[in-house]
């Protein structure tokens, strides 16, 4: 249980830094072109941590590249749509939609594992829904071209912490060495659409190469990694459920870095996200027998 506490908490600062990523990709999108920025960030945390843990690297097994090939193709659609997403949407919406993972992990996992999930699971998902809605229909109920974008990182990403959590339960495989060979299938695949779909260019001002720079190796790099190694010690399905937070995140840092407002109607759905959240993570019936027990 302390292990997937500890585990828990290191997704949920990894997922606040990915919350400032949205905003980071907004900014970056006004000098660079989509998949040139998904390359820059990707390729420049592969060389940071690749530098740094190079021994995890060379030592990798054949079952961690095998994996992290798996792993690095579905994270090029997620990357791919979330970037595209916010050209098209906003960056609060895109966080939220991205989000949706907390309902499609437990339901690919049911298609896949035959794997039941939680009954409070339901309610989670529920209320997860319902903030969902809040936060990006309209007055039409129709959501915006970026908000469907959007829907494919989120399925996609439900296929990476699936493949990730069987990768990292193999005893063949590193965590570590998984982590940092995700950002190289990634980079490279990148690279290859921009060269033939884009005309690639570095960033253009001080302020884009920040941006730019903290995208790779903290967004990218160093968050991938905490996943990649954190991730033995929890579920996909509560992974999934922490990750529920980074919409919150992002309409808090697109609040005050890019004057973003989402509405009194998007707060309450991030409030009912935050709560489904909460519903999962904590045992209410522990809790009630504990005070029960201190009472009598």
């Not at 609040?255 to 509405?263: A, C, D, P, Q, V």
Request: charged share 15%.
């Amino acid at each position: 249980m302390e292990h997937q506490r500890r585990a828990d908490l290191m997704l949920l600062l990894a997922t606040s830094f990915w919350g400032i990523s949205n905003c980071l990709t907004a900014i970056c999108l006004r000098d660079m072109q989509p998949l040139t920025l998904n390359a820059f960030r990707f390729l420049t945390a592969f060389i940071v941590l690749g530098l740094v843990f190079h021994k995890n690297v060379f030592h990798a097994s054949r079952e961690t590249v095998k994996y992290s090939i798996v792993v690095g193709l579905s994270l090029v659609v997620v990357y791919t749509s979330v970037t595209y997403g916010v050209i098209y949407t906003s960056v609060s919406n895109a966080g939220f939609i991205c989000a949706l993972s907390v309902v499609t992990t437990p339901i690919l996992e049911f298609i896949v594992y035959r794997k039941k999930p939680e009954k409070k699971f339901g309610v989670s998902m529920i209320l997860c829904l319902i903030g969902l809605a809040l936060m990006t229909l309209n007055e039409t109920l129709k959501p915006a071209f970026g908000d469907i974008i959007c829907l494919f990182a989120a399925v996609f990403y439900s296929v990476d912490l699936m493949v990730t959590e069987k990768a990292v339960a193999n005893e063949k495989v590193d965590p570590l060495a998984l982590g940092v060979c995700d950002l190289a299938v990634v980079g490279v695949v990148m690279l290859m659409l921009s060269v033939f779909l884009e005309t690639p260019a570095l960033p253009g001002t001080a302020k884009v190469w920040a941006a730019a720079l903290f995208l790779g190796i903290v967004c990218s790099g160093v968050c991938l990694v905490i996943q990649s190694v954190y991730q033995k010690h929890t579920t996909a399905s509560r992974a999934s459920l922490i990750f529920t937070l980074e919409p919150v995140f992002s309409a808090i840092f697109a609040y005050f870095l890019l004057n973003e407002r989402i509405g009194i109607k998007g707060y309450i759905g991030a409030a009912l996200m935050l709560t489904s959240l909460v519903l999962v993570e904590v045992d209410v019936g522990a809790l009630f027998k504990r005070n029960k027990k201190k009472a009598d």
